[in-house]
């Protein structure tokens, strides 16, 4: 397989998402495609439901942008390096509730591999992206006061 056109497939995806271009990254996928999200465990079943995952990253941080560092494929996988930064003016949803809106910059790296048909259409049929949460969560968490801690009396 040629370089050229797996830097163009990996590219048009970051374009995709980068443009909002929903239906045509539906059109690379499979309906009953089977999505999850490692770092948070959340799972999907279908194209719809992954594209409402991805809208939703970008109700969170509407200038979400997304850039390509790396990409490796074969014929059954793509694997794709990539950078996301936005600014989060959306409440970010974590498990006992949400963050508000901060209005700070965030950037994280995330890896997503996509599990292809092996047809000549090699729509995406499965999909997993894997970040490090903690640090996003680091950028967008308010700083406690140093004294509150300070206050807390340790009892053994």
Same mark, same amino acid.
């Given at each position: 397989?040629?370089?050229?056109?797996?830097?163009?497939? =990996?590219?048009?995806?970051?374009?995709?998402?980068? %443009?909002?271009?929903?239906?045509?990254?539906? $059109?690379?996928?499979?309906?009953?495609? =089977? /999505?999850? *999200?490692? $770092?948070?465990?959340?799972?999907?079943?279908?194209? #719809?439901? /992954?594209?409402? /995952?991805?809208?939703?990253?970008?109700?969170?941080?509407?200038?979400?942008?997304?850039?390509?560092?790396?990409?490796?494929?074969?014929?059954?996988?793509?694997?794709? %390096?990539?950078?996301?930064? +936005?600014? #989060?003016? +959306?409440? /970010?949803?974590?498990?006992? +509730?949400?963050?508000?809106?901060?209005?700070?910059?965030?950037?994280?790296?995330?890896?997503?591999?996509?599990?292809? %048909?092996?047809?000549? $259409?090699?729509?995406?049929? +499965? $999909?997993?992206?894997?970040?490090?949460?903690?640090?996003?969560? *680091? #950028?967008?968490?308010?700083?406690?006061?140093?004294?509150?801690?300070?206050?807390?009396?340790?009892?053994?």
């Amino acid at each position: 397989m040629s370089l050229k056109p797996l830097a163009v497939n =990996a590219k048009e995806i970051a374009a995709a998402i980068n %443009e909002r271009d929903w239906p045509g990254l539906t $059109a690379r996928c499979i309906y009953d495609l =089977a /999505f999850t *999200d490692v $770092a948070t465990s959340e799972k999907f079943e279908n194209v #719809q439901e /992954f594209i409402g /995952f991805l809208t939703n990253w970008t109700k969170i941080f509407p200038d979400l942008s997304v850039s390509l560092v790396m990409a490796n494929s074969t014929l059954s996988t793509e694997i794709l %390096e990539l950078r996301f930064e +936005g600014t #989060q003016t +959306g409440p /970010f949803p974590v498990m006992d +509730g949400t963050i508000p809106a901060t209005d700070r910059d965030v950037v994280w790296q995330a890896c997503i591999i996509f599990d292809l %048909e092996t047809t000549n $259409a090699r729509k995406i049929k +499965g $999909a997993r992206i894997y970040y490090d949460i903690t640090t996003l969560l *680091d #950028q967008l968490a308010v700083a406690l006061d140093a004294n509150a801690e300070q206050d807390k009396e340790i009892r053994v």
